[in-house]
């Protein structure tokens, strides 16, 4: 499997609750899910380019939004993972830069969402001399996405992603279980669903393994 398709399938930060983020957020993160989580693998790359234009589009208006910022690099990041090959990592870098970007303008947004997301782009993308992957600093980041949302599903899952990449094994599981018993999203009932379904399917290739 890709790294690019590994990434997409981890799945990019669906977290939030509607009401902690400006409204031209919300049509964004309801996108998102549908492409992310219900068209065919054919379709998502089209998908995601057509919805990180209204990012764009969004973000021209508030450039110093850290939400946008953050949703705009999490659709150029899934529109990499849907596009796969070394092509997609002109969009990692652009959304590693936005989400440095928010992190200057808001460290805690959306639940310090910034460090979540950018640190998951740390471990999954190559690292040098193709790309900027560096371990060390994933875990850095991802620690402190967890200070932030200590039982948030998606710090809590890809720390577990991270932990199962570093083969830590315990650890990875339970992570995995807290991000399970997470609160349902009541706003978000698509992105809860494909989150569990991943968590699953990492709690099985542990005890598989």
């Known amino acids: 499997m890709s790294i690019w398709v590994r990434y997409l399938l981890a799945g990019l930060l669906a977290t939030f609750s509607l009401s902690t983020f400006a409204a031209d957020i919300a049509p964004l993160q309801k996108r ?32 110093d939004s850290a939400p946008l910022l953050i949703w705009r690099g999490i659709i150029l990041s899934s529109w990499a993972g849907a596009e796969g090959g070394l ?20 460290p805690q947004a959306l639940q310090g969402s ?22 060390e600093q994933a875990e850095t980041l991802l620690q402190q996405a967890l200070v ?18 570093q083969k830590r094994y315990a650890e990875a599981r339970s992570a995995l279980l807290k991000a399970q018993g997470a609160a349902p999203r ?24």
């Open 32 to 63: 998102w899910a549908e492409i992310q989580y219900q068209l065919p693998e054919n379709q998502k790359a089209d998908a995601f380019e057509a919805l990180a234009a209204e990012a764009e589009q969004a973000l021209a208006q508030e450039p």
């Open 87 to 106: 092509g997609a990592l002109g969009k990692v870098k652009e959304a590693k830069s936005l989400f440095e970007h928010a992190l200057q303008v808001d």
């Open 114 to 135: 910034a460090y979540t997301s950018l640190g998951a782009l740390y471990y999954q993308v190559p690292g040098w001399p193709i790309g900027f992957g560096d371990d």
């Open 148 to 165: 932030l949302n200590p039982d948030g599903i998606d710090s809590n899952f890809f720390w577990a992603d991270y932990l199962i990449d």
């Open 186 to 209: 009541p706003d978000r009932p698509l992105a809860d669903e494909g989150r569990q379904a991943e968590i699953r399917a990492r709690l099985d290739k542990i005890a598989n393994r």
